[in-house]
T-cell receptor
């Protein structure tokens, strides 16, 4: 079975721009979660989607949004980028949710200049 | 407030010794706890999940304990090898809200030959 894939792997943007990141979960997995990882704050939960519905949301501003498609693929969008948004963005998939193994993708490294 | 604390200082041990990593939490009543391994530039990889009614769980050279009275989990790697060098993260379900995993800051383990 193919693992979780994320595209792009690396991205450089400037302040004020917006960015869209993509995540393809393991086949058959319906839950996709997004995390932001920075050296200072560690891994922080952004949001989780299940069957195209956002089930949970972390403590991030409204500039961070996401969606899930009928094939379980998910995208997250960050608008009006700030320098502090530079981070590794990870997505994780599982069959139904957090009460089981989360399979992480390799992440998208975003650098905001 | 809720906290998950892992020793932020790196743990340096000699090859062949047992590494013991600690995860302490406050203001959580987790039904289970998970441990992950993360290598630089990569997404976390699931290692073990232990439920609140399980005191101990083993997988090959790995052992996890879960003490809900002390609000602590210990993660042991026996007969450690240089290949075990990585950052180890513990994760709890957020405040019994399903499908939101909260991660500790991680402990970096260095196993020297």
């Amino acid at each position: 079975k193919a693992g979780v894939t994320q595209t792009p792997r690396y991205l450089i943007k400037t302040r004020g721009q917006q960015v869209t990141l993509s995540c393809s979960p393991i086949s058959g997995h319906r839950s996709v979660s997004w995390y932001q990882q920075t050296p200072g704050q560690g891994l922080q939960f952004l949001f989780e989607y299940f069957s195209e519905t956002q089930r949970n949301k972390g403590n991030f501003p409204g500039r961070f949004s996401g969606r899930q498609f009928s094939n379980s693929r998910s995208e997250m969008n960050v608008s009006t980028l700030e320098l502090g948004d530079s981070a590794l963005y990870l997505c994780a998939s599982s069959l139904t949710g957090s009460r089981e193994t989360q399979y992480f993708g390799p992440g998208t490294r975003l650098l905001v200049l | 407030s809720q906290k998950i604390e892992q020793n932020s200082e790196a743990l340096n041990i000699q090859e062949g010794k047992t590494a013991t990593l600690t995860c302490n939490y406050t203001n959580y009543s987790p039904a289970y706890l998970q441990w992950y391994r993360q290598d630089p530039g990569r997404g976390p990889v699931f290692l073990l999940l232990i439920r609140e009614n399980e005191k101990e769980k083993r997988k090959e050279r790995l052992k996890v304990t879960f003490d809900t009275t002390l609000k602590q989990s210990l993660f042991h790697i026996t007969a450690s090898q240089p290949a075990d060098s990585a950052t180890y993260l513990c994760a709890l379900e957020h405040n019994n809200a399903g499908n939101m995993l909260t991660f500790g800051g991680g402990t970096r383990l260095m196993v020297k030959p």
